[in-house]
């Protein structure tokens, strides 16, 4: 893992070091080129002020004063005549000579370079032309000995050394801390991953900001505590599953052991296996409505949909149901706009339908009246189911669609419930994409209300 910070710091380090290289070099050799280039103006000005008392007096006097005035300057003055014959000089050197004798055919009255080859030569120089009344009469030459700029310019080199030198420690540093802060995090993602995919998903991954790296730290924390919510209830489910078989099956083995072993009078006999054949019918609801769950879990659970006329659907749910609340004196109304259409699953609409309407009978009270109304509201179809029957308390309606919830266990047992028929509902109606809603009240009913997209495809 230490290899990520080390591969983003040895990149950083070579794009920062490459680029503080390139600044250097072009900082420096501007610096030693402009401060050459101020030499030589220096030079060329000092020249064309000779020049100009010169020129008022040509005399080897004067000629004398200027070479003496500059004997005792870092700079170095060579006076000729036109023949470029030497009248005065600063100098001892005889190299200078060589400077004298190159070509100068038409030196400009502001003067001339004629060397700034400050690299090899010793000297730099320049040339200003002295003139009487428009004639040409000779040359100032001036020289600077470039052991001064040779110096100068290792002292700022040493300067740039030292400079470069801060600025690599520096930037080393910068980077050690940068790549370590940018690695970091992903570490710390890689150990928390590692660590769910042990099945630990207690990880926490602090925030770190609301860039890439801080999106992916909160995705890898929504996962965990989507699987640790997924294990939790997975557990959960597989308990109340061994608790819910296990009430049906001690009933069955209890009476299934009396009926075997006493002498019963043929009355008592059929009451006891009645109730064994009640409790096997529960339990191969319970496992019929599991196995429902589990395909729907599974995703293997296939709907196809098909256009439905909603008012021959309802006529025919209605047709079939009135029994069912006619045994219970109870009354089921159905109210469907005629030309209604919706996409959906026939029977698994049916299956929605019936388990909605299997509670209103179970829930409600003799002479109860439970109504469907179908409407449509813009472009969604809307489905209400309401019963007049016994309601649900407020604090229970947040639970009343998962599994194996019932909100009174002992009565509701006694009804046939195994507390997975609205869990059914709820996924079947997310498959279809709709969405459903509950409100009731106690003692005054109950009205679940089904929300499906109409006209799509
Ligand atoms: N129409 C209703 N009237 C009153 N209570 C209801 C109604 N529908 C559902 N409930 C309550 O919600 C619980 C869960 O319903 P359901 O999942 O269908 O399980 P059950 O197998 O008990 O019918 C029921 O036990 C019941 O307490
Ligand atoms: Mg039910």
């Known amino acids: 893992m230490k290899n990520l910070s080390l591969k983003l710091g040895l990149l950083f380090f070579l794009i920062l070091f490459g680029l503080e290289t390139f600044t250097f070099f072009f900082l420096h050799s501007t610096l030693v080129e402009s401060r050459v280039e101020e030499e030589l103006i220096a030079l060329q000005t000092r020249g064309n002020s000779h020049r100009a008392i010169l020129e008022r007096h040509f005399e080897n006097d004067t000629i004398s004063h200027v070479a003496l005035m500059e004997s005792e300057a870092n700079t170095d003055v060579v006076i000729t005549n036109i023949n470029k014959d030497i009248l005065g000089s600063s100098v001892k050197s005889s190299i200078i000579q060589e400077y004298i004798d190159r070509p100068n055919p038409s030196v400009p009255r502001e003067g001339q370079t004629i060397g700034d080859n400050w690299r090899d030569e010793d000297y730099i120089s320049t040339v200003s032309p ?57 570490i710390k993602m890689k150990e928390a991953t590692s660590q769910i995919s042990k099945g630990d998903f207690s990880v926490s991954l602090p ?27 997975r557990s959960e489910f597989l308990s109340s599953i061994s608790h819910e078989l296990r009430t049906p099956l001690t009933y069955i083995k209890g009476y299934a052991d009396i009926v075997q072993k006493r002498n019963l009078t043929a009355e008592e006999r059929n009451q006891y296996l009645t109730i064994i ?19 729907i879990d599974k ?12 008012h021959d659907f309802m006529r025919k749910i209605e047709a079939k149901f009135t029994p069912a609340f006619m045994d219970k004196k109870m009354i089921l109304e ?73 909100v009174d266990k ?43 997209k109409g006209d799509d495809g």
């Not at 790296?213 to 997924?230: K, P, R, V, W």
């Open 410 to 452: 002992s009565r509701t047992r006694a009804l046939g419930g195994t507390g997975l028929g609205l869990a059914i509902v709820k996924e079947l109606i997310h498959a279809h994409g709709g969405t459903i809603t509950v409100k009731s009240k106690e003692n005054i009913g109950t009205e679940f209300d089904m929300v499906f």
């Open 130 to 186: 002295i003139e009487q009344k428009g004639q040409l009469i000779g040359y100032v030459y001036m020289f600077q000995d470039t052991a001064w700029i040779q110096s100068l310019i290792s002292r700022l080199n040493e300067q740039f050394l030292l400079a470069g030198f801060i600025a690599v420690i520096f930037t080393i540093t910068i980077i050690i801390f940068l790549s370590k802060a940018l690695a970091k995090p992903l």
């Open 334 to 406: 159905v109210n469907c706009p005629e030309a209604i259409q919706l996409n959906a699953d026939a029977s698994r609409l049916e299956q929605i339908i019936f388990n909605l309407l299997d509670n209103s009978i179970k829930y409600s009270s003799p002479d109860g009246k439970t109504a469907i109304t179908v409407s449509r509201h813009n472009k969604n179809i809307i489905i209400r189911i309401k019963d007049n029957g016994k309601g649900i308390p407020e604090h229970e309606l947040p639970y009343i669609f998962n599994r194996f919830y019932r």
């Open 207 to 233: 925030k770190t900001g609301d860039d890439e790296l801080g999106d992916l730290a909160q995705s890898i924390q929504l996962l965990a505590n989507d699987l640790s919510y997924l294990k939790e209830e």
């Open 299 to 310: 995703n293997s659970f296939d709907i196809h949909k098909t256009p439905i006329d909603l």
């Open 277 to 295: 054949l009640e409790e096997t019918n529960r339990l191969s609801d319970m496992v019929k409505n599991l196995f429902d769950l589990a395909k």
